[in-house]
């Protein structure tokens, strides 16, 4: 619901709620339940590596990272 809430405001879009108003909903912010230390073999940093994505599989990286998320943000 958030999400879409956020995708309609972002729109400028009127927001929808539907039932009678009288349903309830409990969220938590995700930061506030995830303090468990690491675990074991966790990956600390993940990076594309394109060169070998166009070496192997013979595609190239064409958007850039303020694209891809403005792409994301209007679909």
Not at 27 to 56: C, L
Not at 64 to 70: C, D, P, T, V, Y
């Amino acid at each position: 619901m958030v999400a879409l809430f956020v995708d309609r405001i972002s729109r400028g879009e009127p927001l929808i709620v539907f039932g009678d108003g009288q349903q309830t909903r409990d969220f938590i912010y995700v930061g506030d339940v995830a303090h468990a230390e690491p675990r074991q073999g966790d990956i600390w940093h993940s990076r594309a590596n394109p060169t070998k994505m166009s070496y192997e599989l013979g595609l190239k990286a064409e958007t850039n990272i303020r694209q891809g998320l403005i792409n994301l943000i209007e679909s």
